[in-house]
């Protein structure tokens, strides 16, 4: 069992940066942030394999955010730049079993799932 428990949200000005992180209890995974907007479907935002060596990022974020890891700390991490009213939303952090390259961008592909941690974005 993995217990995720992100941290870093907050409300921002437009513009802003937030860095959020994620922090496992046991091994960690192939990692990912998904969101979940007010009236929204959540959504993939970024993911990552178990070695860091390889990323993904939704159209939406791309350019913006910045996906890492830290393994010798079990912490994932999501820096985000210049924000934007629509990136509020609940983001949440999630695990699954995965070794060397391979990242994963649907939530059913995902096992273990944080509480989230608010995002809001003031225009």
């Known amino acids: 069992q993995v217990r995720l428990v992100e941290s870093g949200g907050g409300l921002v000005q437009a513009g802003g940066s937030l860095r959020l992180s994620c922090t496992a209890s046991?091994?960690?995974?192939?990692m990912g942030w998904f969101r979940q907007g007010p009236g929204k479907e959540r959504e993939f935002v970024a993911g990552?394999?178990?070695?860091?060596?390889?990323?993904a990022y939704a159209d939406s974020v791309k350019g913006r955010f910045a996906i890492s890891r830290n393994n010798a700390l079990n912490t994932l991490y999501l820096q985000m730049n210049s924000l934007k009213p629509e990136d509020t939303a609940v983001y949440y952090c999630?695990?699954?079993?995965?070794?060397?390259?391979?990242?994963?961008?649907?939530?059913?592909?995902?096992?273990?799932w944080g509480q989230g941690t608010q995002v809001t974005v003031a225009s």
């Open positions: 990552i394999s178990w070695s860091g060596v390889t990323t």
């Open positions: 046991g091994r960690t995974f192939a």
């Open positions: 999630a695990a699954r079993p995965g070794s060397g390259s391979a990242y994963y961008i649907r939530i059913r592909e995902y096992d273990y």
